[in-house]
């Protein structure tokens, strides 16, 4: 099977992509402040595959949402290739999220409408690339995810699992040098996760994409190649959080 090559496979991968500095964020909610980070720095290189697990509530999509750009630090900062996120206009910002960054949702976020195809070449469509461009990519990706014969299938036509490949295609077909995804497992079954989760790793592997997933999950921990464990917006301690996993199990027993 033929490989899609990504902009990042030449990249050194001492380099950091993402570096997230001493990042909080506070939300309003009526007259009271709820803290949903504190403090959280983490650094994300080529090719690197990182797991941030916790609990709901724990802070996973506050702090993947801002990683992408799509939400503002109430302190710390975000550099993005070495600029700052919250210094970007709305210009750079939209830049980034159609050539630098592919998300993958939980709900899958397929357009019901179209077919399995288009739904992966709508992203290619809207950024304005080549009809011939758009066809390569479109078949590469979805080569990758193991679905060109469903490519006219739409999507009530197709398997949580299937649909959830069919949006990874969908964020890797601009070749973006990072995928986040939050909670991209939490609709599937076991072994569809553990299928996705597997498909991530090898996308590290093969092609040089990072890769930052967020679940709650622990069974799938073991195919990522760093894994930050948050509790209460912190990211703590391994012995920490299975301190903290152990207890609560305890009590509910």
Do not use: C
């Amino acid at each position: 099977m033929n490989k899609p090559q990504t902009a990042n496979q030449a990249v050194n991968k001492s380099a950091t992509i993402i570096d997230v500095q001493n990042l909080g964020r506070t939300f309003k909610v009526g007259s009271e402040e709820v803290v949903a980070l504190k403090d959280v720095s983490l650094t994300v290189k080529p090719g690197q595959f990182i797991a941030v697990v916790g609990r709901s509530g724990s802070g996973k999509t506050t702090l993947l949402n801002l990683m992408a750009g799509l939400d503002k630090p109430s302190s710390g900062k975000i550099l993005f290739e070495g600029k700052d996120l919250a210094t970007m206009s709305e210009k750079e910002l939209t830049e980034i999220r159609r050539r630098k960054v592919g998300f993958v949702f939980q709900s899958f976020g397929l357009l019901p409408l179209l077919s399995a195809w288009e739904n992966v070449e709508f992203p290619l469509r809207i950024s304005g690339f080549p009809v011939k461009e758009r066809e390569e990519r479109t078949r590469q990706a979805l080569e990758m995810v193991g679905l060109v014969r469903r490519a006219k299938h739409r999507p009530y036509e197709l398997s949580g699992g299937e649909q959830q490949r069919v949006a990874i295609a969908r964020a890797v077909v601009t070749r973006p040098p990072v995928i986040i995804a939050d909670e991209p497992t939490g609709e599937l079954d076991s072994t569809n996760a553990r299928s996705i989760f597997g498909l991530f790793k090898e996308m590290v592997h093969t092609q040089g994409v990072s890769v930052v997933a967020s679940t709650h999950d622990a069974a799938l921990l073991d195919m990522a190649g760093d894994i930050k464990h948050m509790k209460d917006g912190v990211v703590i301690a391994e012995h920490e959080y299975h301190a903290a996993h152990a207890e609560s199990t305890r009590f509910k027993k």
